[in-house]
């Protein structure tokens, strides 16, 4: 049997206070430009899972609804 090493997939609220928090280092006005940069481009990957997780929320819901519209 092998051992999945793989983590677990962030929750939704777990990406979201860690985009908060990269957007309160992104308002210091003491990071340094290759901090920044860095910072944006994390930023940039969180919203992108962010958008895929609430898309896939959304498309649970028009699924459930649909499922729900035809059971009556």
Same mark, same amino acid.
């Given at each position: 049997?092998?051992?999945?090493?793989?983590?677990?997939?962030?929750?939704?609220?777990? #990406?979201?206070?860690?985009?908060?928090? !990269? =957007? &309160? %280092? @992104? /308002?210091?006005?003491?990071?340094?430009?290759?901090?920044?940069?860095? #910072?944006?481009?994390?930023?940039?990957? !969180? =919203? &992108? %899972? @962010? /958008?895929?997780?609430?898309?896939?929320?959304?498309?649970?819901?028009?699924?459930?609804?649909?499922?729900?519209?035809?059971?009556?």
């Amino acid at each position: 049997m092998t051992k999945d090493t793989a983590r677990p997939k962030p929750r939704y609220e777990e #990406l979201k206070a860690e985009l908060d928090n !990269i =957007v &309160e %280092q @992104l /308002q210091a006005d003491d990071v340094d430009v290759d901090a920044a940069l860095s #910072l944006y481009k994390r930023g940039r990957e !969180i =919203v &992108e %899972q @962010l /958008q895929e997780y609430l898309k896939t929320a959304e498309n649970t819901v028009h699924h459930l609804d649909a499922t729900d519209v035809e059971g009556t």
